[in-house]
């Protein structure tokens, strides 16, 4: 099992002034790495990690949308 702090992008959208993603940054632990489809391809597979949060819910989060927390 992993045990690996993060700040995670949750609530994603498409920002088409900054063109680039924004949402809300939240911070947790990322315990286990999986796959998933795509949203925007379900045929393709994308790599996610499983990250229980500081408000003790669990959420898959494409791993482009997480960021390791330094020590």
């Not at 998933?36 to 499983?50: H, K, L, M, W, Y």
């Amino acid at each position: 099992m992993l045990n690996i702090r993060v700040s995670c992008l949750v609530g994603r959208f498409w920002d088409y002034s900054i063109k680039d993603w924004d949402g809300e940054w939240v911070n947790g632990t990322m315990i286990a790495i999986s796959t998933q489809s795509a949203e925007d391809f379900s045929n393709r597979i994308i790599p996610v990690g499983i990250v229980l949060l500081e408000d003790y819910t669990f959420q898959s989060v494409p791993m482009e949308f997480i960021q390791k927390m330094e020590d």
